[in-house]
């Protein structure tokens, strides 16, 4: 999946020529920094994803047995420049750098896998799935060179569900 011209969030944005600028202009004094959407960058998404049901008849019910695995390694592939008026107000301000780029590309996990036995008659319904997402990291940007990385290792969740059927109505 290719997608241009993306719309984003921006780096936050900030300093005094900032400030000054959204009080004189609209009004609002007291404004550190803000964030906005753009259209700043191209991206390239390349996955798959795989399901697999099996069903049969079970104690006057269906049993379905599900496996999926999905894949998605997204790249950045062009990123505006950061515009002149931005530069301008000094302040290291970048539209999109960084943090932003890490979101798009290592924030989420890259791969999913989910099992699940669902069992139903014409009154119950059982459900339980476990669900692994995969490791992400994230990148933080505080300035002066100071950029600390935290990786979360992959991690697994159960659900269960239960439902009786009162009625056909409730």
Known sequence: IDIDHRVVLS?????DALAGFI?????????QAVNVFTNAVDTSTKGADLVANYRLPLYAGTLILT???SYADTHIERVADTPAELV???NDNVLFGLQARNILTNAAPRNRGILSARWADSKWSLLGRATRQGS????FDFGGGFTPTQTYAAKWQLDAEVEYKFTPAF
Do not use: C, K, L, N
């Open 67 to 69: 496996g999926s695995y």
């Open 88 to 90: 301008a107000i000094g």
């Open 136 to 139: 992400t990291t994230r990148v």
């Open 11 to 15: 780096e936050q944005i900030g300093g």
């Open 23 to 31: 009080d004189t202009h609209f009004g609002i004094p007291g404004v």
